[in-house]
């Protein structure tokens, strides 16, 4: 089988790599029946003799051993992701104590003459005495110092939210992350203000491996990370983070449709667009058709307005869509007729097209509408 131009593995690999696959299923089993190491590294061997990604050693396996190609990739990741946290913690115990213990002794030291050295100078002479550049010093300080996790999450459709970007300058009048993000000020020391929050970038890797079922991270609930006022080198850097942990779903949902062509999304990241008013949609639709991820979507929320839109057309772009109105008592707050909100959600959910029912809709016309479908 040809997995690279002038590649081709040989029969035996094949034959010995199939004979070890067959001990995947059997998860219990963390060992190779063959040399006594992780499972992991079989896909590793294939990654190395072949020279492909991962992605491709996965569907090389899968191609050869009949089984499906998302269990394959889980079962590999699962072990990945054990190795990953032992040989992360390993490093945090050698190298990191090393680097970062050498930075702490110094912010911890009174110099005799200057007093206490600050944090960034102190990184500046670390890296020099180490040779490593400071931004790799400043790095591992950050890694070491940061707890920081996802937080559990309300929101109907993922398990977890995840904030390495606060603030948002879009300013609409019913935002509810603005009302927090000003409330608690000791977590958003600039308010609603944008800030790129470095430590949280950390996240993915201090959370333990999701259960199965609960591996949908929102990505900003508390910013739109696609807006005008982000930078390119802020949204590229988390789109690799989320390519590393492709253990987790993240879903990532902008109002700014305009900014995300031209991103490569990771086969673990759901794209979605914001629409509250008819006038979004066109937009919303482009922007998407420029996008290649593997799940599409649009939230139509809150609506502010009745759509007259061509749910059929929506369907050839996104892959499924939800439906919310608006919460709480605003001055001015949209309140759709039922038969708009039945006609709506009826003319995207034939055929088996995914729509989730926000609950917000669902509690205001108890008696009429149908359960909540919700199948992406
Ligand atoms: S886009 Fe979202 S986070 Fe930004 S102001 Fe509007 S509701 Fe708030």
Request: proline residues 5%; neutral net charge.
């Given at each position: 089988?040809?997995?690279?131009?002038?590649?081709?593995?040989?029969?035996?690999?094949?034959?010995?790599?199939?004979?070890?696959?067959?001990?995947?299923?059997s998860?219990?089993?963390?060992?190779?029946?063959?040399?006594?190491?992780?499972?992991?590294?079989?896909?590793?061997?294939?990654?190395?003799?072949?020279?492909?990604s991962?992605?491709?050693?996965?569907?090389?396996?899968?191609?050869?051993?009949?089984?499906?190609?998302?269990?394959?990739?889980?079962?590999?990741?699962?072990?990945?992701?054990?190795?990953?946290?032992?040989?992360?913690?390993?490093?945090?115990?050698?190298?990191?104590?090393?680097?970062?213990?050498?930075?702490?002794?110094?912010?911890?030291?009174?110099?005799?003459?200057?007093?206490?050295?600050?944090?960034?100078?102190?990184?500046?002479?670390?890296?020099?005495?180490?040779?490593?550049?400071?931004?790799?010093?400043?790095?591992?300080?950050?890694?070491?110092?940061?707890?920081?996790?996802?937080?559990?999450?309300?929101?109907?459709?993922?398990?977890f939210?995840?904030?390495?970007?606060?603030?948002?300058?879009?300013?609409?009048?019913?935002?509810?992350?603005?009302?927090?993000?000003?409330?608690?000020?000791?977590?958003?020391?600039?308010?609603?203000?944008?800030?790129?929050?470095?430590?949280?970038?950390?996240?993915?890797?201090?959370?333990?491996y999701?259960?199965?079922?609960?591996?949908?991270?929102?990505?900003?609930?508390?910013?739109?990370?696609?807006?005008?006022?982000?930078?390119e080198?802020?949204?590229?850097?988390?789109?690799?983070?989320?390519?590393?942990?492709?253990?987790?779903?993240?879903?990532?949902?902008?109002?700014?449709?305009?900014?995300?062509?031209?991103?490569?999304?990771?086969?673990?990241?759901?794209?979605?667009?914001?629409?509250?008013?008819?006038?979004?949609?066109?937009?919303?639709?482009?922007?998407?058709?420029?996008?290649d991820?593997?799940?599409k979507?649009?939230?139509?929320?809150?609506?502010?307005?009745?759509?007259?839109?061509?749910?059929?057309h929506i369907?050839?772009?996104?892959?499924?869509?939800?439906?919310?109105?608006?919460?709480?008592?605003?001055?001015?707050?949209?309140?759709?007729?039922?038969s708009?909100?039945?006609?709506?959600?009826?003319?995207?959910?034939?055929?088996?097209?995914?729509?989730?029912?926000?609950?917000?809709?669902?509690?205001?016309?108890?008696?009429?509408?149908?359960?909540?479908?919700?199948?992406?």
């Amino acid at each position: 089988m040809q997995l690279k131009d002038g590649f081709n593995i040989t029969v035996s690999i094949i034959e010995r790599m199939k004979e070890v696959f067959e001990i995947l299923p059997s998860e219990q089993r963390s060992k190779c029946a063959l040399c006594d190491e992780t499972m992991t590294h079989v896909i590793k061997k294939i990654e190395a003799e072949a020279q492909v990604s991962n992605r491709a050693a996965c569907r090389f396996m899968s191609a050869q051993t009949g089984k499906n190609e998302s269990t394959i990739r889980s079962a590999v990741n699962k072990v990945q992701g054990k190795v990953v946290e032992k040989s992360t913690s390993t490093a945090t115990n050698s190298k990191h104590i090393d680097i970062v213990g050498k930075v702490i002794e110094k912010t911890g030291t009174n110099d005799d003459k200057k007093g206490t050295i600050s944090q960034q100078d102190a990184i500046r002479m670390v890296s020099k005495e180490t040779g490593k550049s400071e931004s790799a010093v400043k790095k591992q300080v950050q890694r070491a110092k940061s707890k920081s996790v996802f937080n559990k999450s309300d929101i109907e459709w993922c398990d977890f939210t995840w904030n390495p970007v606060t603030g948002c300058h879009h300013n609409c009048p019913y935002c509810y992350a603005r009302g927090i993000a000003t409330r608690f000020t000791d977590i958003f020391p600039r308010g609603f203000e944008y800030h790129v929050r470095e430590e949280r970038f950390f996240a993915p890797d201090n959370q333990p491996y999701p259960k199965p079922g609960h591996d949908k991270v929102f990505v900003c609930s508390m910013a739109d990370l696609f807006g005008e006022w982000v930078e390119e080198e802020v949204i590229t850097r988390i789109l690799s983070i989320v390519s590393a942990h492709p253990e987790w779903t993240f879903i990532f949902l902008t109002k700014n449709a305009d900014r995300l062509p031209g991103y490569e999304f990771p086969e673990n990241a759901w794209v979605g667009v914001t629409v509250d008013k008819e006038s979004g949609l066109a937009p919303a639709l482009t922007g998407l058709s420029g996008v290649d991820a593997l799940t599409k979507f649009i939230s139509f929320e809150p609506l502010l307005e009745e759509f007259f839109v061509d749910t059929d057309h929506i369907k050839t772009v996104v892959d499924w869509v939800i439906i919310g109105c608006e919460s709480g008592n605003r001055k001015g707050r949209f309140i759709p007729k039922f038969s708009y909100i039945y006609d709506l959600y009826h003319r995207f959910s034939k055929d088996g097209f995914p729509v989730f029912l926000k609950p917000n809709v669902a509690l205001s016309f108890p008696q009429h509408l149908p359960r909540t479908h919700y199948d992406a």
